[in-house]
């Protein structure tokens, strides 16, 4: 079941579209920003229940100037037979990790057919002595939204081949998706170096990080996780793109890599379902060409305090490679992404 609204335009005006099911005179969420589109299709609706909508319309580039809200329109739909379903997917599917290091992976999930509830994840299937969670544990209702999945190996588990099953429940619905997961051997021994430069970016400066005008910074409104400095992106609340990056070198004889850092983030944005402001972990080569997206965080990842992120990146040995983030906001609402103490532990023969 879906409703489409339609509405008349003129110059290079964008819109925003909110919508409640209480009332012309409750509060609204917003489900849709700096569209320049004149229609829109809600498809997340359910026959027989009553849609409450608004649209505020600005020139692109400049919320501040939005202009009052639209006539409240409301909308029943009332045809077809849609079920209530949700979906569930993994990016990526695959997940290299050596023994005693972790990864990830993120689950996302989309509803249809009016379906709106909480949606519980578990995972099975995970060898003795691998520890599997998720962050959030459960997708709050209506049930669309991510969850980043960490897989932990602990130093004994045999290295192979692994299935690993993860179930989303909602209500009465239950849906699964996988993640094949490789445990390599952490090489017996050897020695472990970290190989980044400046990682908590203690100097004050970026170097031998390049980063966005802005972005290192020792300000009290983020708190560092650890000394006075870290890496501050997004916050601004407009239509904004920062980036942080260090070009490396993982050695070519390298049996174990592993990418970790302090991840905290903070939002404005009220929604629980739809992800407005993203940050994007990658790898990628030395032309800017992504070779992984390692995990995609948002505004439905807020949380009170830092927490550690880690990564396998051994499969990028033996040449230069661009460890690299990338934040986005849109229009209104600020999102921020600020990480802290970097490592990327590499150990060789």
């Not at 691998?130 to 459960?138: E, N």
């Not at 099953?165 to 996988?178: L, N, P």
């Not at 996780?225 to 993982?250: E, F, R």
């Amino acid at each position: 079941m879906a409703t489409t609204l339609a509405r008349s335009s003129s110059g290079t005006g964008v819109f925003n579209v909110f919508r409640n099911e209480t009332g012309c005179n409750a509060g609204f969420t917003k489900i849709a920003s700096a569209t320049s589109a004149t229609s829109l299709t809600d498809s997340n609706v359910a026959n027989g229940l009553t849609y409450f909508y608004q649209v505020t319309a600005y020139p692109s580039g400049n919320e501040a100037c939005a202009s009052l809200p639209s006539t409240c329109i409301s909308v029943t739909p009332t045809g077809g037979t849609a079920t209530p379903d949700f979906s569930i997917s993994t990016s990526p599917t695959s997940v290299s990790v050596a023994q005693g290091a972790s990864g990830s992976s993120t689950v996302t999930t989309a509803v249809s057919g009016g379906f709106s509830n909480a949606i519980s994840l578990s995972a099975s299937g995970a060898p003795t002595g691998v520890t599997v969670s998720f962050s959030p544990t459960s997708i709050a209702a209506p049930g669309s939204g991510s969850s980043t999945m960490s897989i932990t190996v602990g130093s004994t588990v045999t290295a192979g081949t692994y299935t690993i099953t993860v179930t989303g429940t909602g209500g009465t619905i239950t849906h699964t998706a996988t993640v094949s997961l490789t445990v390599t051997t952490a090489g017996g021994g050897g020695t472990t170096t970290q190989i980044l430069g400046n990682p908590g970016f203690e100097t004050g400066t970026a170097s031998p990080w390049t980063a966005s005008t802005g972005v290192i910074d020792n300000s009290a409104s983020e708190a560092a996780h650890s000394g006075a400095w870290k890496a501050w992106l997004n916050g601004y609340g407009t239509t904004h793109t920062d980036t942080l990056l260090q070009t490396v070198t993982i050695s070519s004889t390298a049996t174990a890599a592993t990418l970790n850092f302090y991840l905290h983030i903070d939002t404005s944005e009220t929604t629980t379902t739809t992800a407005f402001d993203t940050l994007k972990v990658q790898i990628r080569n030395t032309a800017g060409t992504v070779l992984a997206t390692l995990a995609t965080y948002s505004n439905l990842s807020a949380a009170a305090g830092y927490s550690l992120k880690s990564f396998n990146v051994l499969p990028y040995k033996g040449s230069a490679i661009q460890v690299y983030l990338v934040g986005t906001e849109d229009s209104s609402l600020q999102t921020s992404f600020v990480v802290d103490d970097f490592a990327l532990n590499v150990t060789t023969p």
